[in-house]
């Protein structure tokens, strides 16, 4: 059957305008998502390996990693839990975290609570000025020191 | 023109002038009949969405409890106050703080509004919840009311995001620790989680970008939203008929006049025909000295309950923010949550569940509770029951309610009272 020419107008006007608030509803979510964000960096240097004498575990909270010294192998575990994102304590037994109630051993590995994943350890390097560098973009195997 | 019409001298208009800016503003004069109570609500725009008149059952305090109108009256309390406060808040993680200290230190009254603030959003948040369990245990979620249902638990969740957002602004410890867990529980909805999480912190870490955005949500976007849900929330109450009542609260209509009453369009309409607003009325046509009716007139009886329980609710508002100064935590410490971290007491129930697991107790579990309130109506349509206190028409669904009710609660205690430090369990004695 024929479209006459009003039926087809008004198809048109009703796409066109129903069109047009899905569009700019949708251009209001690409407005508000940021193109571009402020974090802290996730390269950096965090001293000289003499501050971390052997058998040390140090929490590093500004950084959210926390520094194990086993004679001369060194890690960064990561701090902030796996589960909702709250920073870990040192506790006798490793981690644990004060909002729900997750426990880590001292290598991450979850022990007990709701944390779904072990806690991430950070690639670790010697850089040329002699100086530990922690990279928190590079997730590396839980247990693999850096050997000094 | 004519001079048959005499315009009054000016002397006169003066002296008039305070009578007829009155009659202007008010088309009425204190009723002292019945003609002239039906029009003081007829005429006036507030007290327009009022009917002229109401049922008497609506009018029982112990059927409603008053509990719809205190949630209104506080969240009118919630309006003017938290503009107040806007005068000296500014959403900044470096100020948030001092100003919070500066409204408790140096600004007139600024202790008390804040007080009133928080009491009031804490007491809307239980207010609206007993509302709802008004509602279901008296059956009124039944048709025709069932969309009014559905708006009501939106406006639930939206009191309970007003409430979230609102308790971030002060940038103390239970704001950052609520951030970081209450978007890290948006980050588990499947699919679109990560990406809502990442708009409601405008980043990828907890600062300034998610502060403002809470800041925003809490005092432009959710108003907006719960306020256009109020009105047709409001409107809806006299669309289905007034609040709910008992079948035999109303006496029954004579018998050449009952055919319409159930039929909401009657038969008789003639979709070619031009009609005014009478003609799509439902019911029966004319009551008019025809049926004792059980209804009063709102002037006075329905506005002075009104303005009883507003005045009531006022009063305990003040009270409670006079006696009780709300909790401000140590400024933000990003390197270390309070331990325990606890969130307000009706959110408990839910960290409570987030202790078991992220997806279950932030996402699925609320989630399908949500959604089995939304459905309610639509699975429960027997007719019977409605308009009575825990109806035994009602037993099951009455039953599966006040558990769903109880399990919330008892994590909600064990949230505040069994839970130390790490989140570990310990015992209050």
């Known amino acids: 059957m024929a479209v006459s020419r009003r039926r087809m107008l008004a198809w048109i006007t009703g796409t066109g305008l129903v069109g047009s608030g899905v569009l700019s509803a949708i251009s209001n979510f690409v407005f508000i998502k940021p193109r571009a964000t402020y974090g802290q960096p996730q390269r950096f240097s965090i001293g000289k390996p003499d501050d971390y004498p052997a058998g040390t575990r140090i929490a590093l909270d500004a950084r959210r990693i926390c520094v194990v010294r086993e004679g001369n192998r060194i890690a960064a575990v990561s701090t902030t839990c796996t589960h909702l994102g709250c920073i870990v304590g040192l506790a006798d037994t490793g981690f644990a975290c004060p909002c729900h109630g997750s426990r880590f051993d001292s290598d991450g590995t979850v022990t007990g609570g709701p944390a779904p994943r072990p806690l991430p350890w950070y690639k670790i390097t010697l850089a040329p000025n002699g100086e530990i560098e922690v990279d928190k973009d590079t997730e590396i195997t839980p247990g693999s020191y850096l050997t000094l | ?429």
């Open chain 2, 1 to 429: 023109m004519s001079k048959e019409t005499a315009s009054p001298s000016l002397l006169t208009a003066v002296k008039e002038l305070p009578g007829n800016v009155w009659k202007s503003l008010f088309r009425n004069p204190l009723p002292t009949n019945d003609l002239e109570r039906s029009s003081t609500s007829f005429t006036n725009f507030f007290l327009h969405i009022h009917p002229v008149k109401v049922h008497k059952n609506t009018l029982r305090p112990s059927y409603t409890l008053g509990l719809g109108l205190i949630s209104f009256f506080l969240f009118m309390i919630l309006v003017v106050t938290g503009i107040l406060l806007m005068f000296y808040y500014v959403p900044s993680t470096t100020q948030a703080y001092d100003r919070m200290l500066d409204l408790r230190g140096s600004v007139a009254f600024g202790t008390i509004l804040r007080n009133m603030h928080r009491w009031s959003a804490h007491g809307m948040v239980a207010v609206v919840v007993m509302h709802l369990c008004r509602v279901f245990l008296t059956g009124s979620y039944k048709k025709p009311r069932e969309f009014n249902w559905v708006l009501g638990v939106v406006l639930l969740l939206l009191t309970l995001l007003m409430s979230f957002t609102g308790y971030l602004l002060p940038w103390d410890q239970l704001a950052f620790w609520a951030i970081t867990v209450g978007t890290a529980i948006a980050g588990y909805a499947p699919i679109v989680g990560k990406d809502i999480q990442f708009l409601l912190m405008g980043g990828s870490t907890v600062g300034q970008e998610a502060l403002l955005r809470f800041y925003v949500l809490h005092v432009a976007v959710l108003p907006a939203v719960l306020t256009l849900s109020i009105a047709i929330h409001f409107w809806r109450i006299r669309k289905d008929g007034g609040l709910s009542r008992p079948a035999d609260a109303d006496p029954t209509p004579p018998m050449e006049m009952a055919g319409s009453a159930a039929d909401p369009r009657p038969s008789t309409l003639d979709g070619k025909k031009t009609y005014g607003l009478q003609g799509l009325v439902r019911g029966p046509l004319t009551k008019v000295n025809n049926i004792p009716d059980n209804t009063v007139f709102s002037w006075p009886n329905l506005f002075m309950s009104e303005l009883f329980v507003f005045v009531m609710t006022l009063a305990v508002v003040l009270v409670l923010a006079l006696l009780f100064n709300a909790p401000l935590e140590e400024p933000v410490n990003v390197m270390h949550p309070p331990n325990p971290a606890k969130a307000p007491w009706y959110f408990l129930g839910l960290q409570e569940m987030v202790s078991y697991s992220a997806f279950w107790g932030g996402i699925g579990v609320p989630g399908i509770f949500v959604g089995l309130l939304l459905l309610t109506p639509y699975l429960d349509r027997s007719p019977k029951g409605v308009g009575k206190w825990f109806s035994r028409d009602r037993l099951l669904a009455n039953t599966i309610f006040l558990t769903f009710l109880l399990a919330n609660v008892i994590f909600v205690i064990i949230g505040t009272f069994f839970r130390g430090p790490n989140w570990a369990f310990v015992t209050p004695w």
